[in-house]
């Protein structure tokens, strides 16, 4: 199966995939403004004509590219490209500052590649045996682990709780409209006909993290004036053996808080990248000198972002679980091809699993080769003006929302939703709770009726079994640690800044 999965990538089809989805991924993660998740959102109706293994493929070329993309724009515009890259600006700036561009960008990319490679390494061995685990889960399971999911995504996204059970249940109450489940009862469709079916996954994906972005960039009515690029030059691109032995422990200890930080879901690279870049200086032997520009830096935040990638992906195919936004993105592209990710993913999609493997090892070899190899091209981009590159976006998103099911009615979902998305994050409210209660809303419910019916009507399997039992009293623990932490959290004292008078 292994050898079969590996053969099913092999071709130049998915080659020319993997590679055009991790250069694309490049440019929209080192454009600032665009996000990873933005892209893979976007490029999520392409996916749908073409067979599993391609359209998986390209998302996690895109996912690889776009996180190691914010790297360029880090050091070279002291703008971090994607959220993965803050840490980076700590250290790339200055070191392009001074004129040594080249070997930051050198670091930096090395590092992605080994962090990246380093969490594939973890997601190749871990996935399987914890997919063997979870092959005992029956309805009472699933419903426990896709509500401890939802409740743990829901109360780490944003910092409030309140917030994120808001906007999950939001995203419950869109996933109840059209037939139920099981009864084919129509619900919250108001005898209209286009409802009957429910809300369509893709227009909804394209509206919160793609419309919501263009309407939030385009929102500032002032004349951005293009980023000014750093000077620098690709002629100093070494780095020497002795000096990358000499990162070892940190490239080691960041590439493991980035895999693990990306397995918890809810967290990421966005946090990874800092606790990395914290725990390099709290061991470094001249913490004075970080922010200074040194490569110890840039090694613990694109090693840990990197290392995310991988990570995240382990909860996602083993149980279902997204680790981060875009892998959130990743799940809707599981079940567009109508796969579900989770234990029997690795029993009945074997092919595709080991496919998907090495797929994200092709994608991590393309892009440091990429990287490398295509700089300046990438470099150039960050110039593109936003009024040329924002209507642009919005055409790919009608085009993607109509061409799913040739219905307007698709496309005025798609707005709907770019509205509601720019909405919530207006009002502080995060989008990824609303996502997860969408998609694991009807898991949730088909699975309770599952086991109501299996019991009888009797709720207390739900508790009695072991797992189940185990899973929801960590879901109890979690909204009861994150009110408790919410509650004691100060609340900051508001000043009023007086006028200054007098001369």
């Not at 084919?184 to 996954?201: Q, S, V």
């Not at 990570?311 to 993105?329: E, H, R, S």
């Not at 190899?373 to 642009?392: A, D, E, Q, Y």
Request: aromatic share 8%; net charge neutral.
């Amino acid at each position: 199966m292994l050898i079969d999965g590996i053969l099913s990538v092999l071709n130049l089809q998915t080659l020319l995939l993997i590679t055009g989805g991790t250069l694309l991924g490049i440019i929209i993660g080192a454009i600032p403004g665009l996000t990873v998740t933005m892209g893979v959102a976007l490029f999520l109706p392409v996916t749908f004509v073409m067979s599993p293994v391609d359209g998986l493929s390209l998302l996690m070329g895109l996912y690889i590219g776009g996180t190691s993309g914010g790297l360029i724009s880090a050091v070279l515009l002291k703008i971090p490209g994607t959220p993965s890259s803050i840490a980076t600006t700590f250290d790339g700036h200055p070191m392009a500052a001074r004129g040594e561009a080249g070997k930051a960008l050198s670091v930096s990319i090395l590092a992605s590649f080994l962090g990246g490679m380093f969490s594939l390494g973890v997601l190749f061995f871990i996935a399987p045996r914890l997919a063997e685990v979870a092959l005992q889960f029956g309805p009472y399971e699933y419903f426990a682990i896709a509500l401890f999911s939802l409740t743990l995504v829901a109360g780490l996204s944003g910092g409030s709780l309140a917030r994120g059970l808001g906007a999950a249940a939001i995203g419950l109450v869109i996933a109840f409209v059209g037939m139920a489940p099981i009864t084919a009862f129509p619900r919250f469709t108001f005898d209209w006909a286009e409802l009957d079916g429910g809300i369509a996954l893709l227009p909804a994906l394209i509206g919160l993290f793609a419309v919501s972005q263009v309407l939030e960039e385009a929102e500032s009515r002032e004349c951005a004036s293009t980023p000014k690029v750093a000077k620098y030059s690709l002629k100093d691109m070494g780095f020497s053996l002795s000096a990358g032995l000499g990162h070892f422990g940190n490239w080691l200890r960041s590439s493991v808080i980035g895999t693990v930080i990306g397995i918890l879901p809810g967290l990421g690279g966005s946090v990874s990248n800092i606790l990395a870049y914290g725990a390099a200086k709290k061991y470094s032997k001249y913490p004075e000198k970080f922010g200074t520009g040194v490569t110890d830096g840039l090694v613990a935040s694109e090693s840990s972002n990197n290392a995310s990638t991988g990570g995240a992906l382990v909860p996602l195919m083993t149980l279902g679980i997204p680790g981060d936004n875009t892998a959130a993105i990743l799940l809707a592209g599981f079940m567009i091809h109508g796969i579900t990710p989770g234990p029997m993913l690795f029993e009945t999609q074997g092919l595709l699993v080991y496919g998907i493997f090495t797929a994200l090892v092709i994608a991590n070899i393309v892009m440091v080769l990429g990287l490398f190899t295509f700089m300046r091209g990438f470099v150039r981009i960050l110039s593109v003006p936003k009024h040329i590159l924002l209507p642009l976006i919005m055409m790919i998103c009608v085009i993607g929302a109509y061409g799913i099911n040739n219905r307007l009615f698709d496309v005025g979902c798609m707005l709907a939703f770019g509205v509601l998305g720019w909405l919530m994050k207006k009002a502080s409210i995060p989008t990824t709770p609303l996502l997860l209660g969408f998609i694991l809303g009807p898991i949730i419910e088909v699975n309770l009726r599952r086991g109501l019916m299996s019991s009888r009507g009797d709720f207390m399997p739900f508790i009695t079994e072991p797992i189940s039992g185990v899973i929801l009293v960590a879901t109890v623990i979690v909204v009861l640690v994150t009110t408790y932490r919410a509650l004691r959290k100060p609340t900051p004292l508001k000043t009023l800044q007086q006028p200054v008078t007098g001369s």
